[in-house]
DNA sequence: GCGAAAAAATGACCGTGGTCAGTAAGAAAT
DNA sequence: ATTTCTTACTGACCACGGTCATTTTTTCGC
């Protein structure tokens, strides 16, 4: 016999939302500490980790929330015709995975399903990624048809996690996020051109 | 006026090591513990600390240079003239990062240089590996050429960690990892083929 | 050799994520 | 109402990475 969950339940878990949000909103994600959420909250350390697996349960929860809200905001938006305007209309998604080292550490942990048979919110947010960006492929004229728009969008992601990775270091900083993307979606999305000289 | 370094530290450093690898040989990557491994080399644990940054900084170490190592051997090989070669010259350096969630996780957060002007070891074995497959597409006849070679290369390394990140993940675990891969280099190194019907 | 300065090593201590046996609160059964 | 069963909560406790004032060892100028 299985019962409804309690109300008292669902409070306790928003109010630990709800404060980990405030927090995050003042000192950044991975300045958030465990205690100082349940403090905020009112509550037993014991009873966060009731409501969530680990830490890094409640992080990806929050952090696949704010990028499902940026990706709904780039597909409400006008099909990109092109390879900078699809740069564009994903640079707020992008921009968050770039504000903070931890936010894209977590991101990519969990981008794919943590267990057989569940798929997280985070793997969830990054396949709906790839399905806004085969649409768009799909829809617009000016991307190459050889390659089905699937997998294209499966490689507009993995060059925005490398152009990501290399703004986190120091090595490549010379070019920045957004005109090394420019470089890889040249040569991955477009009609090729000639034969380089030499 | 700078000391020369003492063989006391050279040994105390050396010892570290040695026992880290023993017991990660033993238990893996994910289940070293900083504590056994001051134990196995009989000193007390600020020493580790007095060596190392923390303890990814050693992970680091361990990690890179077990994959400069297959690195290197792959480049010892004969050059791949196409996309199956290619991935089969690479599958060993590519099969230690997928050995364990946790390498491939250090390996990918080191892959870039960690501070300005200090390029660790890790984001020196992944530029190897760029350069190596750089030269491999520049010197074999069978790639396409209206797109430089190092970028070609800094693709492959994209597709191979989005592979990589995949394999770890459940809900595309139907797919192996080289089976992916092959779909991934075959659109992006290869001369593209006439538009697929629809 | 000897004393001073530098380098290396020590271990008690701290912060923080995570556990678990025990308790309280709520929902059914009587 | 009272008992019973389930679910939610508690907080002392542990594990483990990392720090730092202090002590030991080494090096070097004399």
Redo the contacts with the bound molecule.
Sequence with gaps: ?????????L???ARLVEVAQALVARDGYAA????DV?AGA??????????F????ALMERLISAELAARLARAGAGPVPDGVDAMIAALEPYHGFLASERYVFDIALRYSGAAQVAEVGPMAQTFEDCVTLVAGWIARSGGFRRDVPPDLLAEGVQAFAIQSLSLQFCALHQAEAGPARMRRYLVAWLLPPGPALPG
Tied chains: 1, 2.
């Design positions: 016999m299985v019962r409804a969950v309690q109300k008292r339940t409070q306790t878990r958030l500490r465990v205690e349940v009112g509550v037993a350390k014991g009873t966060f980790f009731a409501h697996r680990d830490k890094e």
